[in-house]
């Protein structure tokens, strides 16, 4: 990798430059440097460059706090979760990659609530395909019947568990292996190792996960592209309708790099607020803050062992997404879990394995009132006022109907769901559409009032989706790369 000084960095003239360094941009730079390779790519990384030895010694992923980087204002303090350092959150994610189902992308239509997406699924199934390889993602080519365009995965699904197995003897079963972008087996075609499914997934002590550092070396490395470390984009200088230079701090002094394209993929906090400060406009730039709610459910089961899984989160469970959304609530996607997220069982003593944890990824509409901020601060002013009567009503649906899901299994209670935090999905900010009236980027993720600014990463989705939504942030970055080199 070339890491090149702030001074050098505000000295040249680039062809483009990228800021942040997490999955939104590195996707986009892949295809964007497969088609030109020649042009000059510079990459501002607020952060540093910490290895992955580095991280599993110190047992984080950055020196730097996330919390410290936005301020909650607001009667409800909300956390939200991101690594700050070269690889963004490619370095803390736990390597869930569904696609988004088609109907994620036509909530207005089926529903008559939210909005519906500017492209659909059919228009992403290439760029998924493109992504999936990129990572290696192992999971079960089943998933074609819901997923169209899904089978072959590069990599067999992980080792289910007993529950799993339990759960699809049923002929008419919705239970699959989930994709992840860890390893199942071990493969000439990456030097990562196979998922030891210890569920410490956001250090990965084996190496097994995609991240930055292990999957896109030849990005990073590429011959057109340098880095510029530690350094924090502070605002896009702006002229005629294009952007003209990314001015950046590095430690006490303020620079400017110029460019002819710019990529904005900080964060779905920084990236609007980076346009806040620039004066860049469109619908709704930096509101529509959300994610979905994360609901941790334990399982007691009687007389039945669990944690015999191949990796962290084992299996997938469509029953509640396939029963679709009302205009009252969204949809929920089930995960079984193999991982402590409980702890084991103690009481009572000798069955410490007759637990299950179960993840419930609730849907909630963006909001406009939730959003980033600038409000003189150095550091976006973030408010998100609470999780919506529509997620309360979706997460109560879905603990109705748990008890009828879960009739393979030997259960003997389903415990209260305990609201976790934050999913680590911030998304919305820079949301996508047709039109400046309506939406921040076009379907391309162009910027509607600057047209050489391109917006990557997950705060250019209209809705939260149903699932986790790295995968489809990937393909994002890949269709609008080849959009605009031709």
């Known amino acids: 990798m070339k890491f090149i000084s702030a001074e050098k960095a505000a000295a040249e003239a680039w062809d483009v430059v990228t800021v942040g360094s997490g999955m939104g941009s590195l996707f986009f730079l892949k295809k964007f440097l497969e088609a030109k390779p020649d042009q000059r790519v510079l990459i501002v990384e607020k952060g540093g460059y910490n290895t992955h030895q580095w991280q599993l010694d110190h047992l984080q992923n950055a020196p730097i706090d996330n919390h410290s980087t936005y301020r909650n204002i607001g009667e409800f303090h909300k ?3 991101y690594t700050i350092g070269l690889g963004g ?4 994610w736990w390597a869930l990659t569904p696609r988004l189902h088609p109907d994620d992308f036509r909530i207005h239509t089926l529903t008559g609530t939210s909005v519906d997406w500017p ?11 493109q992504a999936e390889n990129i990572m290696l993602i192992a999971g079960s080519d089943e998933l074609e019947a819901h997923y169209p365009g899904t089978a072959p995965y590069p990599q067999p699904a992980h080792h289910l568990t007993t529950v799993d197995g339990l759960m699809r003897q049923q002929a008419d079963h919705l239970h699959y292996p989930m994709p992840t972008a860890k390893l199942s087996r071990a493969t000439d075609a990456s030097r990562r190792n196979r998922c030891c499914s210890t569920s410490r997934c956001h250090l990965c002590p084996v190496d097994a996960k995609f991240n930055a550092l292990n999957g896109f070396e030849d990005v990073l490395s590429h011959p057109s592209v340098s880095i510029c470390l530690e350094s924090e984009v502070q605002m896009l200088d702006t002229a ?5 230079s990314v001015q950046f701090r590095n430690g006490t002094s303020d620079y400017k790099a110029s460019c002819d394209l710019c990529v904005l993929g900080a964060n779905a906090l920084w990236s609007p607020f980076i346009m806040l400060r620039s004066g860049i406009g469109g619908h709704g730039v930096g509101r529509y803050l959300g994610e979905k709610m994360l609901a941790n459910v334990e399982v007691y089961l009687d007389g039945l062992q669990h944690y ?3 990796t962290a989160t084992t299996a997938m469970n469509l029953s509640l997404l396939k029963e679709g959304r009302t205009k009252d609530r969204g949809t929920t996607f089930l995960i079984f879990k193999n991982g402590f997220d409980h702890g084991l069982r103690l009481d009572p003593p000798g069955r410490w394995r007759e637990c299950l944890p179960l ?3 609730v849907e909630d509409h963006m909001q ?3 959003g980033v901020f600038d409000d003189g601060g150095d550091t976006p002013a973030v408010k998100f006022g609470h999780w919506s009567e529509y997620a309360q009503n979706t997460l109560a649906h879905a603990m109705s109907r748990l008890p009828d899901i879960l009739k393979p299994l030997p259960v003997e209670e389903i415990r209260k769901p305990k609201i976790w935090p934050t999913l680590g999905h911030v998304q919305g900010t820079c949301r996508m559409g047709t039109g400046i009236e309506n939406s921040v980027v076009d379907d391309h993720l162009v910027s509607h009032a600057v047209r050489n600014l391109v917006v990557v990463g997950t705060s250019v989705f209209p809705t939260s989706g149903s699932v986790n939504p790295t995968l489809t942030a ?3 970055s890949l269709r609008s790369a080849q959009h605009l080199t031709g």
Do not use: I
């Open 240 to 244: 005629d309708g294009v952007v003209k």
């Open 79 to 81: 956390e939200w979760a």
């Open 359 to 361: 993840g419930l990824y």
């Open 308 to 310: 015999d899984g191949g």
């Open 368 to 370: 406009y009132e939730n």
């Open 474 to 476: 990937a393909a994002l």
């Open 119 to 129: 492209v659909g699924y059919d228009d992403l199934v290439p760029y998924y395909q």
């Open 89 to 92: 959150s490619s370095n803390c």
